[in-house]
């Protein structure tokens, strides 16, 4: 067998294909490995986890992408149980985000969803609002239900209720921060799953609803991470899936998928190295398989359903850049756990900014005194694209030595000191700069706009359809671990029911 398994496969018939190595294909991957059936994972890229993967920047092991998860739902909590991460959950320190905008900064809702408010009358509501934008928003404790109801979009939903100022400066920032999105594109329970029948509840209030839905949960309890970093979750689930007999096998992408007379799928790799594979291309069979990478036009005319013509929303590609100071005068955390940028704010070209020393206690001891890890987010919509590369292209290097100007530096770098600067209120000199990191994502933020919702819709029915098959991930179930994770252990049990595998046989 080779290194990385790709023998094994050739010509091989698995009880099990997940194609997509990201977290949801591994949770699913797991899932099954775990039910005894022999499970192959596949993914194009270099490295299992998709957008949850590490990178280490001056000796410090860090997330090079997602670095939290949403508590909502509660349905990520028992699968780290599973995976013996229970003990390491941490929240993150309760100091609170700020906003960036074009006239002023102000704090972000400790008690809010999206942006939000659930009390919109509070003080660091008015600090950033102003007065007459607050009262505007208190209005919707009184507005009758029927107001935003039936809202396309939630902006449109928001700028009903509250008014345009709360979608401006509260919600426009952090939809933008959290799926690089305009809120006048996304559907509000794609957003926001879980808001329109807590309005519902609530007698049409969206505060009301968002008080519900934060009931008892105190400020950043929203969101979780865990002592080490997120990375550790893809690992667990790697481990785990190989400890059961299952293959995570890189750098292989599905290339094809048919359907036999037995009722077998076959699917046809590729090798995506340089060069290709050697020998050609290779095949293998599976009574089940689950997609869990946005390729839909792979089940394009299997049992005769149409997917050609969908496409769905891959979203901006992302650029994150962490820059790791010697800076004593950020220990004060001057905006609390990070900055989130309005929209109009041209001052700066990044969209969010993370100070993850000061949001994660963990990091900050392993840190040490006065050394400060913070990253920075590029890629708002609307914004130019980031330079082209490979889905999460990545590059780290130390710092020039202290003497250098920040000429020296990539133009990413620069930039990021001058963003950072100016979001964090403290001048950060290129002396400060001990080492630096530039990751680039792409289809790793899907869109939840209406269009990216019908094709998710018409890609579901027609696997509904397709015997053995189901689709997980977030490009079907919605950004975040607290949406892909349930999402894809469905997937697994899906193709799992003896129902399943006897129609494909049929």
Known sequence: MGADGSEAVVDATWDAVVVGAGVGGLVAARDLARAGLRTLVLDARDAPGGAVRAHVVDGLRLDAGAESYATRGGTVAPLLDELGLADDVVAPEPRGSWVHLTDRDGPLPRTGLLGVPARPWAPDVRRTLGLAASLRACLDLVLPARVGAGAPTLGALVRARMGSAVVDRLVHPVVGGVHAADPDDVTVDSAAPGLTAAMARSRGSLARAVGSLRAGAPAGAAVQGLRGGMHRVVDALVTQVTAHGGVVLPRTRAA??????????????????????????RSVRTARLVLAAPVPGLLDGLDGQDLAGVVTDDGMPVSLVTLVLDLPALDAAPRGTGVLVGPGADDVGAKALTHATAKWAWLAQAAGPGRHVVRLSYGRAGDPVPAPSSPAASSSAPAPSATATDAALPDAVRTALHDASRLLGV???????????????????????????????????????????????AWVAGNGLASVVPDARTAAASVLAPAAVDAAAE
Request: aromatic residues 2%.
């Open 256 to 281: 094809a998928v048919s359907r036999e007379g037995d009722g077998v799928l076959r699917v046809r790799l590729e090798s995506t190295r340089t060069g290709g594979a050697p020998g050609g291309d």
């Open 427 to 473: 001048a950060i000199p290129v002396e400060a700069l001990r080492a630096h990191a530039v990751v680039r994502w792409t289809q790793s933020l899907p869109r939840p706009s209406a269009a990216h919702q019908r094709a998710v819709a018409r890609v579901r029915a027609a696997v509904s359809a397709m015997p053995g098959v189901a689709v997980c991930g």
